[in-house]
């Protein structure tokens, strides 16, 4: 089986999103590197609209240079340690990335440093809250008195709200002493329930692991 390189210049906006989609369609993973965030966002548009039914993963670009004093938005941050705890965990089927120049040149953790900085309960399990805390604090979550961003977390008794990376939104865990009762997306701004979950699988919101390694450097 022979691969062809296809070099397109001046195809008309979205054609290259048409492109995607097709390569998409024949069952195998995709990268777009965008020049910028700004193309990175018009292919995101672009693909909604041509492939709405596709698994897309936004990997974007520090809004910051890596050896800047102030930290990149919390947002960022949260969305490319989504996307990486997604590919460490395997994707199940054909999916697109869409990157940056920039993005695809940063340094990101070791695919082993990920693979052990998760945290995973089912609702009926037993959970450790205090090394539920553990996990929070050293994989760069906040306390907050309410979950309003990835990031956050609130302990209220028996009630803990997460708010993990990705686009799901946060979480509610119902913990009857240390039994996980219940577990649920919800509203941050109404406090409505979403969707209930069965399982919890928790990913570490900064790209700065404290894990003993990095603590002993």
């Not at 292919?43 to 041509?50: C, D, G, N, P, S």
């Not at 941050?188 to 003993?212: F, G």
Request: include cysteine; charged fraction near 20%.
């Amino acid at each position: 089986m022979t691969h062809q390189h296809l070099l397109l210049s001046g195809a008309p906006e979205g054609f290259d999103a048409q492109l995607l989609a097709k390569e998409l369609a024949r069952g195998r993973p995709v990268i777009h590197v965008a020049r910028d965030d700004r193309r990175l966002e018009a292919m995101r548009a672009a693909l909604a609209f041509f492939a709405p039914d596709a698994v897309v993963l936004n990997f974007p670009a520090w809004d910051c240079l890596p050896y800047d004093r102030v930290s990149p938005n919390p947002d960022i941050s949260a969305t490319r340690m989504a996307t990486l705890a997604a590919l460490q965990a395997g994707m199940p089927g054909p999916f697109i990335l869409l990157t940056t120049l920039s993005a695809a040149m940063q340094r990101v953790p070791a695919r082993a440093v990920l693979a052990q900085s998760s945290f995973s309960a089912t609702v009926g399990g037993r959970v450790n809250e205090g090394a539920l805390k553990n996990f929070l604090v050293r994989m760069g979550f906040s306390p907050a008195s309410t979950v309003s961003e990835p990031g956050d977390y609130a302990i209220r008794g028996g009630i803990i709200d997460i708010f993990p990376p990705g686009e799901g939104g946060p979480v509610r865990l119902d913990l009857f002493g240390d039994v996980l009762d219940g577990a649920r997306r919800f509203d941050p701004v109404t406090q409505r329930t979403t969707e209930k979950l069965q399982a919890i699988e928790l990913a570490p919101v900064s790209e700065v692991i404290l894990d003993e390694s990095a603590i002993t450097r």
